[in-house]
């Protein structure tokens, strides 16, 4: 893993282009969204409409207007200390792999947002129900 990490980089793709990176960026936004369910739930409503859903996330993020050499440098690290990072997050994943790991739990009932972060995008239950 660390060599293909490596080597991509070294072809000029930086690490969204690495294997694995989706994964990444999802399991971040993914604990983000655990702390705060806003930061996602907007898009779940959605989501059907993948078009409306980055148009939105795109308004949302210009709405905040956080400084972006801040927020990516917090990204760098894998740090997202609030919401408007949490959405260049979000947007960072969409453009690499994009709505599929943005889901709702399909436990009867529940329809909590979560972003799925296993390597196969197969998740279908929130935190709360996976565990069960
Ligand atoms: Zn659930």
Same mark, same amino acid.
């Given at each position: ?19 694995? +990176? ?16 806003? !930061? ?12 409306? +859903? ?6 949302? !993020? ?32 969409? !453009? ?20 799925? +972060? ?8 929130? +935190? ?5």
């Amino acid at each position: 893993m660390g060599r293909t990490t490596r080597t991509s980089q070294r072809a000029g793709r930086g690490w969204l282009g690495a294997p694995g +990176a989706a994964a990444r960026l999802a399991a971040v936004v993914d604990a983000a969204a655990e702390r705060s369910p806003d !930061i996602v739930t907007p898009y779940v409503r959605v989501a059907g409409n993948p078009d409306r +859903a980055t148009a939105l996330l795109w308004s949302d !993020i210009v709405a905040d207007g956080a400084p972006v050499a801040e927020v990516w440098a917090h990204l760098r690290q894998g740090v997202v200390p609030d919401g408007a990072s949490a959405r260049h997050a979000l947007l960072l994943l969409v !453009i690499v792999d994009g709505w599929r790991r943005v889901k709702a739990c399909d436990s009867p009932g529940c329809a909590a947002p979560f972003v799925d +972060a296993t390597p196969g995008a197969s998740r279908r239950r929130c +935190a709360a129900h996976a565990r069960r």
